[in-house]
C-alpha cells in the first residue's frame, strides 16, 4: 500500500523546463518500481516515463525520449520527471504512478497505485 501526491505542475512556454514531484507515503517506497503517465481529454492515458528499484532501469515514451528524465530519491520517498524542451503537445495531466513490479508499468501499463494528478500546461 502506498499513497502518491504530485506537485510541480503549471503553465510553462515551450522550450521551457519544469520539474515534476511525486512523494510517496505507506510501505518502504524503495520496494517499488515508479513511473509517470499523462492523459489529456478524449485521450487514453499514455505512458511517460518509469524507473526500478535501482534507479539505473529507466524507460521512456518514444514521445518524450532526449527530453524528459526520471529519477528517485529513495531516501524521501519521492519520484521526479525533468521535463524540458515542452512542446504544447507535452500539455496534459500528469499521474504518477507505482507498483512492485516494474513489468506492471512499462509492460502491461495497469500499476496498482497512481496519484491524483498534477496539470502541466505548455503555451506555444
Known amino acids: 500500500q502506498v499513497q502518491l501526491v504530485e506537485s510541480g505542475g503549471g503553465l510553462v512556454q515551450a522550450g521551457g523546463s519544469l520539474r515534476l514531484s511525486c512523494a510517496a507515503s505507506g510501505r518502504t517506497f524503495s520496494s517499488y518500481a515508479m513511473g509517470w503517465f499523462r492523459q489529456v481529454p478524449g485521450k487514453e492515458r499514455e505512458f511517460v516515463a518509469a524507473?526500478?528499484?535501482?534507479?539505473?532501469?529507466?524507460y521512456y515514451a518514444d514521445s518524450v525520449k532526449g527530453r524528459f528524465a526520471i529519477d528517485r530519491d529513495n531516501a524521501k520517498n519521492t519520484v521526479y520527471l525533468q521535463m524540458n524542451s515542452l512542446k504544447p503537445e507535452d500539455t496534459a495531466v500528469y499521474y504518477c504512478?507505482?507498483?512492485?513490479?516494474?513489468?506492471?508499468?512499462?509492460?502491461?501499463?495497469?500499476?496498482?497505485?497512481w496519484g491524483q494528478g498534477t496539470q502541466v500546461t505548455v503555451s506555444s
Open positions: 524507473i526500478g528499484w535501482s534507479a539505473s532501469s529507466t
Open positions: 504512478a507505482a507498483d512492485h513490479w516494474l513489468n506492471a508499468i512499462v509492460v502491461t501499463r495497469t500499476p496498482g497505485y
